[in-house]
């Protein structure tokens, strides 16, 4: 058993970090990865549910920014599998964003004594906010979200700009408003990234760092 800010915790540690679409989350999650070997992050990306039972354009009409495009009760039992039953590695699906199907293939996902699990929604279910020791938000302006989300999703998932943005505009935002943005209450550290300077720049804020170096500081114990 090990002590951080007052927190008695076992590994493995697991750690949420949420935002809305474009905040910098994913990008933040790999920076406290550099700092730290002994760690694994799992995209609650992968836990969309599976529309291959839909058209093409069914599916361009659904709406994923509310926490119920992701199945939450899989997320769960996932999630509570790697804190309760000591596991070496663990499976979880594998989502294609172009077609917004999931693979036949799982992921295999190494268990690690650090655990972050970063996506829109993990602070809107109790049960699975509840598994987190730490939890952090990363906080950042609408146009800036959009900017990463363009940048994103044009490149990495080969989306059409026009849709990227209609998008935007008709689900993302109105959704974040509506399930995320609130979210921001539950969490143990609130980050403000800011599109102009490096991600890594929260790294500058106090408590977190000191927060960082205490994890490095317990794995070489």
């Not at 970090?17 to 550099?34: D, L």
């Not at 190494?110 to 109790?126: A, Q």
């Not at 990495?156 to 979210?183: A, L, Y």
């Not at 599109?195 to 000191?210: A, C, G, S």
Request: charged share 35%; hydrophobic share 35%; glycine share 4%.
């Amino acid at each position: 058993m090990h002590k951080i800010f007052d927190r008695e915790i076992k590994f493995p540690i697991l750690i949420g970090i949420c935002g809305g679409s474009g905040s910098g989350k994913s990008e933040f999650a790999y920076n406290i990865a550099s700092e730290i070997d002994d760690l694994v992050i799992i995209s609650t990306d992968n836990f969309y549910r599976d529309l291959s039972y839909m058209s093409e354009e069914e599916r361009k009409k659904v709406d994923f920014d509310k926490p119920s495009s992701v199945d939450m009760d899989e997320l769960y039992y996932t999630l509570a599998k790697i804190k309760k039953n000591n596991l070496s590695e663990i499976a979880i699906p594998k989502y294609d964003f172009k077609d917004h199907v999931r693979s036949k293939d799982k992921k295999i996902v190494t268990i690690k004594k650090i655990v972050i699990i970063e996506g829109l929604f993990i602070f809107t279910d109790e049960r699975v906010r509840d598994l987190f020791d730490y939890k952090i938000f990363v906080d950042s302006a609408s146009g800036e979200r959009l900017a990463r989300r363009l940048d994103r999703d044009e490149k990495v998932r080969g989306r059409d700009k026009m849709d990227i943005v209609d998008q935007w505009r008709r689900n993302v935002e109105p959704g974040f408003q509506k399930h995320i943005r609130f979210t921001k209450s539950y969490a143990d550290f609130v980050i403000n990234s800011r599109f102009e300077e490096p991600i890594d720049q929260p790294f500058l804020q106090k408590p977190l760092q000191v927060f960082v170096s205490a994890l490095k500081y317990m794995l070489k114990k």
